[in-house]
């Protein structure tokens, strides 16, 4: 199991990362899931940007050192309440065989805390009930685009040699009208992948808040159901483009479906 919580040192490429989507409007459970950070974190981190009136741009004129002397340290989080990041918990309860109790004991193994089983249970079932009211998926007009290839494959044939391959079909799906573009490219390699981005943003004549990958290798370094990482040439992309990659997490079929729409 893998965290990054409150108070751990994170690289400073992701620090400016965090501050970049917050100056681009994304809220801050966005902003963890794409950063792969517990939202307390994302918290801390854009306190002390704010508190020493530091944005983006200046953050990239300053080297590691110099931003992490001007940012300082951050806040520890409070030994009598420790910070949990239940997100993680309740994916971690998705496997197979693993229980609360198992996750408790791990954490209390590893000394990530210290509370008894019972207040464990009580915080993590207050924090399912805050979920549940805000879990329906509801996608605002030009928020989300949803990206994946489709699991089929189609015959292609060279209009000189008459040699056939097999096409691999690239989908994406705007997430509040479903509107969809479609294209056939050779590979699923990250030219070819960040090619019918492109075309893909193209045909659609405009940029949406966020796109969602499936976890594939050619955008997700790692595909793991707790912390996908953004391939170096995907993240480029993004900043470009100025949109926010939220790798879907792994396992997850119901967060995107666009599979099905090809």
């Excluded at 494959?153 to 096409?167: F, K, L, Y």
């Excluded at 659609?204 to 707790?226: E, M, Q, R």
Aim: aromatic share 8%; net charge positive; proline share 5%.
């Amino acid at each position: 199991m893998r965290r990054s919580g409150q108070g751990a040192k994170l690289p400073m490429v992701k620090f400016r990362e965090i501050i970049r989507l917050h100056e681009l409007g994304y809220n801050q459970s966005e902003i963890a899931q794409s950063c792969s950070v517990a939202r307390s974190t994302v918290q801390d981190y854009i306190r002390r940007a704010n508190g020493k009136g530091l944005r983006y741009a200046e953050l990239c004129q300053l080297s590691d050192s110099e931003a992490q002397a001007q940012l300082g340290k951050g806040k520890p989080p409070p030994a009598n309440q420790p910070v949990i990041d239940f997100a993680t918990v309740h994916r971690e309860l998705q496997g197979k065989g693993v229980t609360l109790a198992l996750v408790w004991q791990e954490g209390l193994d590893q000394q990530r805390w210290s509370l008894s089983y019972g207040h464990f249970c009580r915080r993590y079932r207050h924090w399912s009930q805050q979920q549940n009211l805000s879990m329906r998926q509801m996608h605002p007009g030009g928020e989300k685009l949803f990206v994946d290839y489709c699991g089929q494959t189609m015959s292609v044939h060279d209009p000189v040699s008459g040699e056939a391959q097999r096409a691999q079909i690239f989908v994406a799906c705007l997430g509040a009208s479903n509107y969809t573009f479609v294209e056939a490219t050779l590979t699923q390699t990250l030219p070819h992948w960040i090619g019918s981005h492109e075309r893909a943003l193209a045909f659609f004549g405009g940029i949406p808040k966020a796109i969602v990958p499936d976890n594939l290798k050619s955008g997700v370094t790692d595909p793991c159901h707790y912390e996908p990482g953004v391939n170096q040439s995907y993240q480029a992309f993004a900043e470009h483009y100025q949109v926010a990659i939220l790798p879907a997490r792994g396992k997850k079929p119901r967060v995107l479906n666009v599979k099905r729409l090809a």
